[in-house]
RNA sequence: GCCUCAGUAGCUCAGCCGGUUAGAGCACUUGACUGUUAAUCAAGGGGUCCUAGGUUCGAAUCCUAGCUGGGGCGCCA
């Protein structure tokens, strides 16, 4: 095998590494390759024998749908080694491809070899039939061989690749915003301490333990946002956006909350908060169109086998236009609901889950709620001419509640100074923050969309767990 | 953190108002089958009934505690 390997047998990336054969360059081009000796390899999806022949349906990743392999015993010197190939395996299939237009799938491999390249063992714990998702996230290392998550997977990659294509045709610069922070001044949740401190033996001076023998010479964490650093970005940039893992430290247990999860943070300069509310619904709707389009295959199964009517769904979304209700006119309307609410809608708060899946219905649609009180929103919102509300927005959306939530940024030196002070945010610490509105302020806004909520709604998968590779959540770090 | 449901074969589950040898389908093994599509048919192997205590002549079944997982709420994205 290994000799093999190194005679470049598997691939021949030497000779046509763009060149190699895969299911997925089959599908596309299996018309023109009628009668053509190929070579493929992949995993055994399912496999039906009979005594003189069998079925081999083979998975390479490259391609949703499997290649039906058909082989024969006149045709396969080791036929009875191949008869007994197990779901899970490796093999390199070559073969003739034929053309089957009376039968369910358009193309076959009439197999001329077959050799196992790694077998499966007998106790494989994915078989050809439903398992359920708590099974198979404790089997995450193996549940990106199935056909949900084979599909979630590559969605998750393709809206990757979305989301990067948006901004960079509109000029916008990607920052990678730090993950190691020693600031804990915006207050978005808990945060997880990084440290190099020998927690069995910590220095410490009088009661309290000294940072300043730590790593950094101060206390540090793994960060909840990178707004703040991508607001010095888009002073100088104008338009910038962060792409990148984030961490919250609470022991939220929820289908909603994961410890660690990517999220997207825009920032624009020289805007307010209409031209924030524009680009995130340009962007949501241009997102969901790329991925509609590159996995078709994968939408349809979704929309099959996960969420009945989630093409639907997501067509209304891209046709539709975006509401947009001020927190007031929220209230209004959930006051005038005739539904007992669990929670008394009320102009000085937050809106309930309850409350946001009240309002998506009642619109049918998206809707961006602006203009919340003050103090439910953080020290940088900026604040309106009322004196009690900021120009904040969160974008509400049927079925999975709010995925997105930014504001205009306050710019003014002072009022942001007082609100910090109000808020008892460290106004020392965050100094170089302040710095921006001293040196060429502008009016800017950005916003935050949740990454692995955004691809939930996308695919309709119901947990955010299984929608990130390897799910990190209180009490939970395997893999 | 609070409320709630569950844990029986590799998987999905039945059995649970106590009763002696714990079942089914799928998977696996062996065999049959000349075109299967989660193939079909026959036979076979496979169990810490989550763990620890308790009640009882007897516990998968009843009680207590714990662990693990699901769902809902809260915190948030």
Known sequence: MFALKR????????????????????????????????????????????????????????????????????????????RKTRIGASLRVEGVVEA?????????????????????????????????????????????????????????????HAIHTFFQDRDFIH???????????????EMFQVTTLDLENTPKSEKAVDYSKDFFGRKANLTVSGQLQAEAFAQAFRDVYTFGPTFRAEKSHTATHASEFWMIEPEIAFADLEDDMDLAEEMVKEIIGYVMKHAEKEMAFLNKFVEKGLLDKLQNVMQSKFARITHREAIDILKQAKVAFENEPSYDRDLATEHEKHL???????????????????????????????????????????????????????????????????????????????????????????FDRMLMYITGVANIRDVIPFPRTPKNCEF
Do not use: C
């Open 100 to 160: 089957t237009p009376n039968r369910p799938q358009p193309f076959e491999i009439k197999a001329r070899s077959i050799e196992i390249v790694g077998d499966s063992e007998e106790d494989y714990p994915i078989q050809p039939k439903r398992h359920s998702r708590e099974f198979l996230r404790e089997h995450a290392h193996l549940r990106s061989r199935t056909n949900l998550f084979t599909a979630v997977f590559r969605i998750r990659s393709l809206l990757t």
């Open 175 to 189: 920052l990678a915003s730090p993950i190691i922070t020693a600031s804990d001044a915006e207050g978005a949740g």
């Open 7 to 82: 005679k470049g047998v598997f691939y021949g990336y030497r000779e046509a590494s763009l060149m190699k054969m895969t299911v997925k360059r089959l599908y596309e081009t299996y018309e023109t390759q009628t009668d053509k000796k190929i070579t493929l390899f992949g995993w055994v999806r399912n496999h039906r024998s009979q005594k003189a022949f069998g079925f081999i349906n083979l998975n390479d990743g490259t391609f949703f749908e499997t290649i039906q392999v058909v082989y024969e015993a006149d045709h396969l010197e080791n036929f009875e080694e191949i």
């Open 360 to 450: 998506a219905k009642h619109f049918d649609a998206p809707v961006f709620v602006t203009d919340w009180p003050k103090h439910i929103k953080a020290f940088y919102m900026r604040l309106n001419d009322d004196k009690e509300t900021v120009a904040a927005m969160d974008l509400i959306v049927p079925k999975s509640g709010e995925i997105i939530g930014g504001s205009q940024r306050e710019e003014r030196y002072d009022v942001l100074l007082k609100r910090m002070e109000e808020m008892n945010v460290d106004s020392e610490e965050l100094k170089w923050y302040l710095d921006l509105r001293k040196y060429g302020t502008t009016p800017h806004a950005g916003f935050g969309l949740g």
